[in-house]
């Protein structure tokens, strides 16, 4: 799904941020990670990110998952 995006952002951030961004790129690899990005839709974006609300995530951990999405595609 995000091939070499790890490896370029993972550099450009500190290792605490990226500490924040792992857990969400390793679930996101993991439910979407055999699939091109470009097969993935807003739809199926905005349902995981309203399943992450759903979960009782803050809104700053719901956000960090948006940013690591938005990294990815």
Known sequence: MADGWEQKHRDEVKE???????????????GFGDRPVDSITAAEIDQDL?????????????????VVWTGIL
């Not at 605490?16 to 993991?30: G, P, Q, S």
């Not at 309203?50 to 948006?66: D, E, G, I, L, W």
């Open 16 to 30: 605490r941020t990226w500490k924040n961004y792992r857990r969400h790129y390793d679930d996101l690899v993991e």
């Open 50 to 66: 309203k399943q992450a609300k759903a979960q009782k995530f803050s809104k700053t951990v719901v956000n960090t998952r948006k």
